[in-house]
């Protein structure tokens, strides 16, 4: 590596750190006026648990949502620099092309996809669960039922169905309960039951006051009792679908959970499946925004910094505004999660390519 390549991706490392040593104290001291008077609603609240339980977990969520503001402006600032200070055109006439300056640029910003690209799928989940705890127990007014689910149908496998009108979590105690075997599209039998109870110390279920109908070419034939021990290919946490737990699980147990909610009959997991995607989308999107603020900050304009950090600034947040209407839309049950979530690189995509071939000339 080149003196010149350790001088450029020095400065971009170091401005990336910097700007967002100036942002995140920005973010945390509006949230504080934010939540300061729930914070001393609870006298059992301590600084150390606020710290440890939400502010960390909120920085890093702050960090690697929007990891694309402080690093384009970032870039903006020192590539502007740079060539305020003719250095850009002493490198050119040095004989380097504009290519060739990239190179250091696209190595920080593989540096900088790589670790948030780590933190995104295997590190935020993890402190998510703890933050989404505190905002229950600590900020809402009412918490999200995570105890009573209704009406739900569960597809287990090709052959196997399970219907509850309500299943109470914390007691583990299901109410009109049905299950559906086939064979093919032939109806085999099926179980009714008025009540039902999960046993988490052996994972059977208890059916009380249960039939059992079997569906048979000469005639149906029911069996009934007041109780029935038994086992099914299902838990109740299996029965919980609750948006914000996404963002709590690592992006393999989120795979797990998108497939087998699929595969039992879960009609839309386009929340979970755009949580999942943007964990690749947001480090990728580094390559884009590095290359659109060096092609823009890489020539001497009137004005100096000022013009093209104000002209950065309004494009990141036009940047920024693509990419949270593409993921509410992405939610939705008439659009592709994929597509929607990777829209805004895309399109950011061909304008750093427009800005890439017009810098070289």
């Known amino acids: 590596m080149r003196k010149l390549d350790k001088y450029i991706l020095k400065k971009y490392l ?84 504009f290519k060739r300056l990239l190179r250091p640029y696209i190595i920080g910003a593989g540096i900088v996809a790589s670790v948030a690209f780590v933190f995104n799928h295997f590190v935020v989940p993890r402190t998510n669960g703890t933050f989404e705890n505190f905002k229950e127990e600590n900020l809402r007014r009412r918490p999200k039922s995570k105890t009573q689910v209704s009406q739900v149908n569960l597809q287990l496998d090709d052959r196997n169905y399970v219907y509850f009108r309500s299943f109470n979590l914390k007691t583990n105690y299901g109410y009109d309960f049905s299950y559906e075997k086939f064979e093919g599209l032939k109806l085999k039998y099926k179980i009714l039951a008025g009540n039902i109870r999960y046993n988490p110390k052996d994972s059977t279920y208890t059916l009380n006051n249960y039939k059992k109908r079997f569906v048979n070419t000469k005639g149906d034939s029911i069996f009934s009792d007041r109780k029935m021990d038994t086992t099914f290919n ?17 992006s393999q147990k989120l795979s797990e959970h998108i497939e087998i909610s699929s595969n039992r009959g879960v009609k839309n997991l386009n929340q979970y499946k755009v949580e999942l995607y943007k964990r690749t989308s947001l480090p990728v999107s580094s390559f884009v925004l590095t290359l659109i603020a060096v092609a823009l900050a890489s020539r001497k304009r009137r004005g100096g910094v000022g013009i093209n950090l104000a002209f950065g600034i309004a494009l990141m947040f036009i940047y920024v ?24 690189n895309i399109l950011f995509g061909i304008l750093a390519a427009y800005l890439y071939f017009n810098a070289k000339r």
Request: net charge negative; hydrophobic share 60%; proline share 6%.
């Open 14 to 97: 170091t401005s990336f750190i910097f700007t967002l040593l100036i942002l995140i104290p920005v973010a945390i001291a509006i949230d504080v006026s934010e939540k300061i008077g729930k914070f001393l609603a609870k006298p059992d609240l301590t600084f150390i648990e606020i710290v440890k339980d939400y502010y960390i977990p909120f920085i890093l969520n702050y960090v690697f949502n929007f990891m694309a503001l402080p690093l384009f402006i970032a870039v903006i600032l020192f590539t502007s620099k740079l060539a305020n200070d003719t250095e850009i055109v002493a490198i050119h006439s040095a004989g380097i092309s």
């Open 234 to 250: 299902f838990f109740p946490k299996d029965l919980l679908y609750v948006d914000y737990l996404a963002r709590a699980m690592t």
């Open 321 to 344: 505004f693509f990419m949270k209407v593409a993921e509410v839309l992405g939610a939705g049950a008439g659009y592709n999660p994929l597509f929607m979530v990777w829209l805004p």
